[in-house]
């Protein structure tokens, strides 16, 4: 097989074809999405998307949140066909949606139930530049994609619960991609599209894509800053058509944990998350931690399973599985998550969160059971908080607000009771069943509206004319009798809603008009409001599929819209044909409709049609026209389309932001999470729906689900990152979706970096655990962020008592060590420790490049057989430093141990020989906190050294504290006050010296005056060092800081000027003997600057001479002298 | 006594003429030493320094260089080729003068550098040109 059609690839970023300026505003085409996971931690994972036309084209676009929120959000375009409005590669308007793509999720979920065959195909593809790199043989990766443990099939049919089948997929490889690796990989993007496209065209003689539901692309090296997974589109084989795609290189089949979350991705997963705010902290979802568990023996690194929310999504929770939590109290099981009894208990339930909002609601799951969930950190019910705002949609609820979503403070075990107060809910676990959780959960009275049967699935015929209605049960609750709901369709097609408001519980109506519709699938979605944010959706599905003759239709025989007066706005419908002489029957379309410009006036086959309502001329109020298609061969031979546009006054609004607008924080600093209040006045304050976005990567919206209506809150995160100092303005542009034409009100937010020092921040500084003796697994912890220049690429280790705590090896990181932010976590060594306290400090410190480091105080207590008391004392020296005469008191602490089953009972008491040593806690029962001071009254310049003896009854030898206090004189400039003079042009160096002061680093600057122009001083050295571009005396004040301490001192250097020889001179420039180099750079610094010596050089340095000469006649300059002796030579014949 | 043979007496004819020719050589025209001008074309009228570069036939010598009206001169001389360097307010003219062995000889001038009254030297020379005129 080859390329029937080669697809043409947009490059990433801005650089996007201009072509799509020339196919006009509009374009169709099909949606993928891809997820961008970065291999650092700290990086955002970033969601694009990219639209593969017809032609096989794939351009890069911008889809804003709020656009596709009224099709169910940007999840729901993912392979799906849509016509769009294209500005600069940013979706500016969605005119329609078609069905699904064949083969895609949608269809997953509506075929719940039924175990669905979807292989993959793996392809090793290698770089023509790394040609001797092969991370894995082909039996290596048919190993890791296989259907054994942990391999990648037998995975997914554990998470799917049997839903999914990867049986049939295949590995091939190693190909060769035509291109070098700079050809498809940058430093922070790779371009996908060209990369399944290569990669692909060389595996095309081995495969027919179209057995496949998804592609594997594995390189051989990396593929620069991340790994991609999501969807795309091939030509090959016929087409073009969507694929399932991951991009992955190195060691990825190894981690097959990263290979399971880029397939999450590719199967239409998204991120879920701790909540706070990081996006791959959560090992209850394979979607956020991918790999983290080191398979015994073989040695695979892979992750748990995929959350409840996510497994609801794609349909593998049936509804047969999923309790909806009711108002009131309930006691259900919740069976394992994974590999569950087929008992028919719940898998999760869902709790409403009606204080949050409609679409906001919690699961419960239960997690660390079985099979890949087994090495989780504990057994117990799990709860997410969906559409919370928080990174992801779904976020993990962690009790204890450590900063670890990962650990047991996440996980609610019999006995333990999880409320929520804002939404009166109450979730206690009872006791462990088997290997299901009895949980009650109490929901108390609240407004509500639901719908009984949410999702239909209707089918028709082309053809047919008839209405289909159709009805369902609304339920309403917690209000008063006599409150009104309303109904509305949420986006135009063929239904039609009978019933559009009523009070109490009812029957909700609509009839489907099948009259004109031509085969496909049409998706309605009708929303139920009770009040603000208390709401249900209805979602309808409707196939038409083709009759025997030939049939015609239109995507949809309505279009009800709404626009400013004075503007212009598309319309659109898709004429569908079906039955014998479907692909070349022709068609012509008009409309009697003054205001109406048909774009494309005749065609043939299936194609869209698109036309402009122009409201420049019309009044506001209802208007209203047919688009008539007529179809000669086709029965009937028109088909109509009833347009009805309402045209309204342009409004006069006004959006006012309230709240921190500008922002300083220091380089590298952890992000911060502000919010801003929007007021919002005009038409759409009382409740227009609306969503922001903004113009830099200095800064993050959180994302608001259901869109904010009229005045409300903004939230965000101001992140400094990388960014060097300065001042950085970001654009946070409004937009209202019932009136996306008008011009969006923007405001502006100021984040402003500062120079920051480098350090290591941690999220927590201490770490306890307790567990009973003979436990084998402790672990824990922390977040470590670099802070200062360059944060995100710093090399930061930890050092801990290897005997004691052990980090585990996770992928292919140096032990150990690890790069930017990111989370780290230990094993505490358990085997053979005694019952009672272990305290262990972690270090961390940046591996070079200087800055400050951090400590973590990690404790174990151990409850079990009785030990002996001991004594210990967390630090066994300690050193300060004074001033002399310095009235300053140092304060110090170090924490005293007594271990053993007895210890805590036991008293201690410290006591020191030297009088700078005051106890200020000297003595205690049990472990606690040893203090002291040190004050240099008295003392001279030098060391002065002590010991703190700590003793307790019954623990053997005394612990000790050598205690050291060096007590230095004041800080002070050496050295002569003139400064060795330099020349002007030759190099000059000098050296500042300092004595004395503390022994921190000192740091030199120049407070006043200056030195010459060239020569500079070295903050760190105090190095003067440079060539002098100017003559003369310069005075300046240089200051020397070391600590708090500082000195200053005046200083005087001056720059002569070289006496350079007539004859010399003229012979450089004459071509003859050049001049030493000195020579040569002081008379380009006279004349012109240009790096070398010219006739202008000369010149000036002539002209010097004369002035010189001319100020004092009496003694002309020795070079003058010599210049008019040089000229009477040369004069003479 | 028998007459000489015809074609003797063409022969001895012939090289009698030859023998004439080569006793008498015809003499080459001589060298005549004499004045060159160098004149100077310029786009700019506040020219304040020029280097410039002659180049002489191979067996031309340069007796003198003297520099226009109002200039001061420096030159160099090596086996074939003069560099000068000119100081002064600069005008279109004769800018120097060279004293040469042979006047009718093929000479080749050629401005190197100009700097303005501000020491930059000029961007471009396409404007420049030097004459020499005997």
Sequence with gaps: MSLSRALRCALPGALLPLSIAAQGPETSGTVHAVWRDPARAGEPATLTHHLTLDDGTTLRVGIARGLAEPYGGLDALDRRRVRVALRDGQVTAIRGIDAPAAGTLPEARLLAGLAQPRPYVTLLCAFPDFPDIRPATLAEAERAMGGTYPGMAHYWDEVSNGEISMAGSIVRGWYTLPQPKSAYVGSSEANVTLLARDCAAAADADVHFPDFAGVNFVMNTDIGCCFWGGSGGLTLDGGPRSYGMTWLGGDVMRNVGFVAHEMGHSLGLGHSSGPYGLVYDSRWDVMSMGAWYVTPGEGFVIGSHVNAYGKRRLGWIPDARHYEAVVGTQTILIESAAQPAANGNPLMARVPTPRFGASQYYTLEARGLAGYDAPLPGAGIVIHRVGGGGATASNVVDPDGNFEPSDLGAVFAPGEVFEDRVNDITVSVIERVGNAFRVTIRLGDHPRVSIGVPSRQLTATAGTTAAIADSAVLTVGGVPPGTTWTARSMFAGPLALQTTSGTGSGMLRWTLQTAGLGPGVYYQSVRVELMPAVFADLEVRLQVTASGTLVAGLSQTALHDSTIAGTRRSGFTAVRLSGPGADTASWTVSSAAPWITVDSVAGRGDRWVSYTRDATSLAPGLHTAQILVDVPAASPSRVTMYDTLRVVARPSWGVTARGASRTTLAQGAMPVRDSLRVEISGPWGAGGEWFANQSTGSFYLMPEYPLPRGSGWLRFTRAPGDLAPGVYPATIGFTFSAAPDVEPFAIVDTLVVVAGTSALKLSRQTTRDSLVAGTTVSEDSVFVHPEGPSSSSRVWAADAPPTRLAFPLMGSLIPNQRTGPEWIRWVRNVAGRSGGWHVDTIRFAFVSGGGTGAQLIDSLFIAGPAAPATLAVSASSRRTELQAGSSTIVADSAFVTLGGASGGSVGWSATRSSTWIALTTANGLGSGTLRWTRGAAGLTAGWHVDTIRITAAATGSPARILDSLRVYAPLAITGASLRPAGVMGAAYADQLTSADGPSAPVRWRVTSGALPAGVALDSLTGAVAGVPEASGSFSFTVRVVAGTATADRAMTMTVTEPTLAATAVIDQLLGGARLADDHQRYLDLLGNRNGRVDIGDVRAWRNRILAAAAESPAEPPAELQRLDTLLAQRRAP | ?134
Excluded at chain 2, 6 to 14: E, K, P, S, V
Excluded at chain 2, 55 to 78: D, M
Excluded at chain 2, 83 to 98: C, I, K, N, W
């Design chain 2, 1 to 134: 006594m028998r007459p000489m043979p015809r074609h003797l007496l063409i022969g001895l004819a012939a090289a009698f003429a030859i023998g004439v020719a080569c006793s008498e050589p015809t003499a080459p025209p001589r060298a005549v030493p004499g004045t060159l001008e160098l004149s100077l074309a310029s786009p700019n009228a506040d020219d304040r320094a020029l280097l410039a570069k002659v180049v002489l036939p191979r067996g031309v010598t340069v007796t003198a260089v003297t520099a226009g009206a109002g200039l001061e001169l420096f030159h160099r001389v090596t086996a074939d080729t003069v560099r000068l360097a000119l100081f002064g307010d600069l005008a279109s003219g004769v800018v120097a003068r060279l004293e040469v062995s042979d006047a009718a000889a093929a000479v080749q001038a050629q401005v190197l550098e100009v700097s303005g009254p501000d020491d930059r030297l000029r961007e471009a020379l396409g404007g420049y040109a030097l004459t020499v005129r005997r």
